[in-house]
């Protein structure tokens, strides 16, 4: 396996239509569910009380909205960008956008929620060292999927957007 490329500014912009994609589900996704993964596995090692199921509901949340984007863009939007791309008449249109940025806005809600979670359980010195490593990995989680989700609406979704259909980067 190869390692993944370091999520530089422009990274997409220099790659075809074809290899930001193979790119994105084959390395960034990855990343992604590997951290989320950690993320979980941390929080089910933690002592059972109201918060750790408040946070394993939320983990539940965000893997479920990560596997929706992740499946919608691969087997249907970036399909249907690869065949705009090769000439082949197809449409991507506003509703496919909307329906990943709408996966996109609740992942990042549940990233939030399950920081809040972490930062009040920290305050209340509530098992600090484990909750303060779990904090970090869900803030890099966060900003791995704002990084990755700014280069695909920049380079990959830009061109199939109108004025009537423009998805909003919740930074």
């Known amino acids: 396996m190869s ?3 370091p999520l530089k500014q422009d990274l ?3 790659l075809s239509t074809d290899d930001a994609i193979r790119l994105i589900i084959n ?6 569910f590997s951290v989320l993964y950690t993320v979980t596995q941390n929080i089910r090692s933690l002592d059972h009380n109201a918060h750790i199921l408040a946070l394993q509901a939320t983990a539940r949340n965000i893997t479920v909205e990560l596997e929706e984007m992740y499946r919608k863009e691969k087997f249907f939007l970036f399909p249907l960008i690869q065949q705009s791309e090769a000439a082949v008449p197809a449409q991507v ?3 496919s956008l909307q329906e990943v940025q709408i996966h996109y806005s609740n992942l990042l809600h549940a990233i939030s929620t399950l920081i809040n979670i972490l930062q009040d359980l920290i305050s209340a010195k509530t ?5 303060r490593l779990l904090l970090e990995r869900a803030a890099r989680l966060k900003e791995k999927v704002i990084a990755i989700q700014h280069q695909k609406q920049t380079y990959l979704f830009a061109p199939y957007r109108n004025r009537h259909c423009q998805p909003v980067i919740n930074d």
């Open 127 to 131: 098992g600090e060292k484990p909750l």
């Open 12 to 14: 997409l912009a220099s």
């Open 93 to 95: 249109d506003c509703p």
């Open 3 to 5: 390692q993944t490329p």
């Open 27 to 32: 390395h960034f996704y990855e990343k992604l």
